[in-house]
């Protein structure tokens, strides 16, 4: 009868190893590509802002990119960690929660020195309705190019591995969106930029069970 271990060397024998960095070559390149006919779409279907020479000098522009990338980092190292066979949640996704937490305690001030009239146009915007299904639409090829990376990996927790790719993908799709939103609310961006995100990680959590199955 054979043992584990046998078994484990039968399985092993024909793998090539991961070359060093192998993993995040990889990730790189395939959220590169992915991110490339992202922007692609976004201009075709959506444009970039005519006024984003301005835009850039304000400071809501970059607390709102900030906000987005800064998920989009936090999310990589997660989905990084989780492409591994056997690995837990990582310590990175405690990152996750400051942009998060920032970014509320600004919105909280927006609200305070806003007029209680003002509440309900600076939570919705115009674009409300619109923006988080076009963050998740922007995230597919983001997170295709993940799934095509992942085809060399091995992750043995797939729903966590694909919830960790569809947030890493909903997090830049939401950042190259800022170059078409016009919205500068911190509420807004808290909300239905987050909403966008979160449809995609759910996303990831659905299909990762079934595609990154190894």
């Known amino acids: ?4 271990e046998d078994l484990i060397e039968t399985l092993a024998k024909d793998v090539r190893p991961m070359p060093r960095h192998g993993i995040e070559r990889r990730m790189f390149l395939g959220m590169l590509v992915g991110g490339a006919t992202a922007l ?4 075709l279907l959506y444009g970039i802002r005519s006024d ?7 400071s809501s522009f970059w607390v709102r990119w900030i906000y987005t990338a800064s998920l989009g980092v936090g999310a990589i190292l997660v989905t990084r960690h989780l492409a591994r066979p056997g690995s837990e949640p990582s310590r990175w996704i405690w990152f996750l929660a400051v ?4 970014l509320m305690g600004i919105g909280i001030t ?6 209680p009239s003002e509440w309900l146009s600076l939570w919705l915007g115009r674009y409300w309705e619109v923006c988080p299904g076009r963050i998740l639409l ?14 060399r990996f091995a992750p043995t927790r797939l729903s966590a591995a694909g919830a960790a790719a569809g947030l890493t993908a909903g997090a830049w799709s939401a950042t190259l969106y800022c170059l078409h939103c016009p919205e500068v609310s911190a509420i807004f ?7 966008g995100i979160a449809l995609a990680t759910a996303a990831g959590v659905l299909l990762g069970r079934h595609l990154l199955r190894w």
């Not at 009868?1 to 584990?4: A, F, P």
């Not at 984003?52 to 304000?58: E, G, S, T």
């Not at 961006?189 to 909403?195: I, P, Q």
């Open 1 to 4: 009868m054979r043992t584990t």
């Open 40 to 43: 692609l779409l976004l201009t």
């Open 52 to 58: 984003l020479n301005l835009a850039l000098r304000d």
């Open 99 to 102: 942009p998060v937490l920032l």
């Open 110 to 115: 927006e609200l305070a020195h806003a007029s």
């Open 138 to 151: 922007l995230s597919i090829p983001i997170f295709l190019g993940l799934l095509w990376a992942f085809r």
């Open 189 to 195: 961006v808290l909300t239905w930029f987050s909403l």
